[in-house]
């Protein structure tokens, strides 16, 4: 399994990384490697075999619908790059 | 070409729990910005999702409303994307195990049933909100709506109109009030949709290529966006185009449907298992107990009321449509004690025209049951005319008095005396011998005439039936 | 004083030997003399320090003090510290001073210990060596030109070096067992569930574990009853009983089933550690317990499984570091797109971004069957390995690390050999089993570490087994010269 530049490109913008150009190459090299170490997987018969999501083999636990949380928003917004009125501040989006 | 319009609809419909669905912050609306943001709905690192009970217990409800099935293990997944008002980057949602799957509920437009499948139902979180308005060229992001609980609820593609989608829309919206799990509040986005819609040759069995008008909040949205949309895809294959798979928005000041690019750009959401929320497991006897606490739901209504009422279908539709209209009838029937046919006429009637111009809610009537309960009654028993009590009922809206506390005051009891009706026919006769001639002679149109003077001495309180029995007597 | 174990220190506190506020500056004073050669710590917070000694000794005239009052120890800096700088390694979340405590940081502070500061470790806990700090490399105390293994190095050289009796660690695939193996001190990763997640940045979300690392199984044990236990905010968290794992560690450990896998002895296993190994579960038999040789056929495919499981989920979890709420944000955005761009592709470092780009890629449309699927599939197989090998043992044992610590430099430039180094660990957090490792000899000057793993919940009999070792052993109780 190789990967190509093209492909790595795609990938960085899904996941929103600015990748130096001139670095694209020594990804798609270092990806494909670890690809291709876990390629080795392809080699075993998994077809009767359940996933595995998690594991603890148990149901979820829920909570009570209860308000637990008070207003905090100053605390929040004291680590916050950029604010105004209350608001976090992004550049603008357009619909 | 005959073409024929393909719609399903994606129903977002907010759960009416009182804190978040993965967090303990309120979800009350209309709070200041970021203040019911908690760490979780803001993502802070480390954070963890605890899911609501109440929410899993909605979503149940509403599957058994539906007779679906509510899936005994279901899986949250995450949807990866990014997006401002999306605070994790991904929103945890439901995917190929839902809590509700196949039901169906059925729709009736111009007086045909049609069952509408329902492919699933499922819980998921919802965004924040960005705030375009100008901040020196940047968007404001609230939270606060970050991580309240939805249920998603999807169905086949089944309509086949605009009208039909609209019927759909307010079915459910009536479902899930019925069931108070969401306070259908549209204004407030409390319930909207996605529509996918397409069309294709008459005939044909393969779908067209659809496009999702999203974000729909109001049923005159849904209609106004779907004719457009249906209009603006025969355009384009008429001349010889291509419809293009995507999102779209609908402009109601334009009354037009435009392409949202920005959505588009990724939509590989890269779907996995939540690893931080194990499978919700729903037992059996827990499903039973919420069955047993089922209100009666509007389908179940409809045939009560026109067995226990005899109302028409036409009627009971109409009135069972929200809870609140249908307790306000009942309420009126069993208070008046009169013809349940009276009482829902006018319940649909002067009071349904009287709360529409005034943009009022049945909740929010000025007459209360008890009070139009005591203007029918007075209807029933003969104490006022028909005429008589929209009068009556424009006092009751304009005050807190009693339809008999209005009769007496201002005198409107109607005259059944015979003697006393007798007298003013007489006067009449006396006065208008020409009329009474000509009357007499053939010229039937002239009773009017004296109906007319009658009600006019009488100021409209003579007996209609009455004056009219004496009247002829009288005259022939 | 420094070379005390937390047992021998809390004696010393309630005997008036020293008290909380002597013993704090002591090991500040050790941090700041050391410290700046080993860099072990992000931050130091002497002033909190001081203040919560303070507390500890009054709680401690008082009598109202457990075993952990007034003792020193540090935090991993994945644990969210309310007030103090929690960055994770990173420079993504160098300027963020977290609002809230993990629940880890709340019970350590409830039983009365003394946070001395953060400690450094791999970005985001990715690593093996702790060369992916932006606060740059940990050394290793034993030889300054080696790693101290990772994620958790920081941790694992504070122990070693003397600067904190005892310190906190999480492990994903081996970070917390093979920094102390790198280190020689005595470290243990519990079952999936015991220690709450809450607060603690989450990794790979179904793999990350808390535990304490410290000289000795005891201490460790003493640590571990503070950190464990059900928590609500984590959903994962487990109801059961507390159980008290430094009870009854003198106990015989007679009639002991050890398992010993080929599958942990095989190719490109150090043999000055085969060696070592061997001599040390020779002194355990010598206390009773029997060997018996098992296997764990799949065993070779945790490393693909994990580097499914692990980036996929890591690249869903750090989708939150987006330059909007908080954290590193890029100068001048253009639009949103180079917000997000460029605030997370300076603020992350390059193996972070690599494992990013693994699991988008091994999430991405045609490829989920492919990767993830596939690889929650061979964990199952690994899991039921473990399954099936305990219903004949009672704990298996091995290398913790095919190697000791290696070089700077040595690893870095290929991502393969640097994951190499974890095959024998990350088997045990795909099953979600407790493991350990223990200080067993030296090769070259550099310790050597041995793995123990339990089935699920069995901390008690791992650190029972570690605690007997030890008593029969004094490698746990050297130290470098520094």
Known sequence: ?95 | MQWETVIGLEIHAQLATKSKIFSGAATLYGAEPNTQACAIDLGLPGVLPVLNQEAVKMAVKFGLAIGATVSPRSVFARKNYFYPDLPKGYQISQFDLPVVSTGETTIVVDGEVKVIGITRAHLEEDAGKSLHEDFEGHTGIDLNRAGTPLLEIVSEPDMRSAKEAVAYMKKVHALVRYLEICDGNMQEGSFRCDANVSIRPKGQEKFGTRAEIKNLNSFRFVEKAINYEVLRQIEILENGGTIVQETRLYDANKDETRSMRSKEEANDYRYFPDPDLLPLEIAADFIESIRTQLPELPDQKKLRFKAQYGLTDYDAEVLTATRELASYFEQVALLSGSDPKLCANWVMGDLAAALNKASLEIEESPVDPQRLAGLIQRIADDTISGKIAKQVFEGLWASLESADAIIYREGLRQITDTGAIEAIIDAIIAENPAQVEGYRSGKDKLFGFFVGQAMKATEGKANPAQLNELLKKKLS | MHDKTIRELSDGLKSKAFSSLELTESFLKRIERLDPSINAFITVTPERALKAAKAADVALEKGAAGPLTGIPIAQKDIFCTEGVRSSCGSKMLDQFISPYNATVVDRLNAAGTVMLGKLNMDEFAMGSSNETSFYGPVKNPWNLETVPGGSSGGSAAAVAARLVPGATGTDTGGSIRQPAAFCGITGIKPTYGLVSRWGMIAFASSLDQAGPMAKTAEDCALLLEAMAGFDPKDSTSLERPKETYSQGLDESIEGLRIGLPQEFFGEGLDPDIHQAIQAAIGEIEKLGATVKAISLPHMHLSGPAYYVVAPAECSSNLARLDGVRYGYRAENPKDLKDLYMRSRGEGFGAEVKRRILIGTYALSAGYYDAYYIKAQKIRRLISDDFKKAFEEVDVIMGPTSPSVAFQFGEKSQDPIAMYLSDIYTIAVNLAGLPGMSVPVGFSKGLPIGMQIIGNYFSEQRLLHVAHRYQGVTDWHQQSPTL
Do not use: C
């Open chain 1, 1 to 95: 399994m190789s990967l190509t530049s093209d492909e790595v490109n795609r990938i960085a913008f899904l996941a929103r990384l600015a990748i130096d150009p001139d670095k694209i190459d020594a990804y798609a090299k270092d990806l494909s490697g670890i690809m291709n170490f876990i390629d080795e997987m392809s080699a075993v018969d998994t077809e009767a075999v359940p996933p595995m999501a998690h594991p603890l083999d148990q149901a979820q636990r829920l909570r009570p619908d209860v308000v637990t949380e008070e207003n905090q928003r100053e605390t929040f917004q004291k680590i916050a790059p950029k604010v105004e009125a209350g608001l976090y501040l992004v550049p603008k989006v357009l619909e």
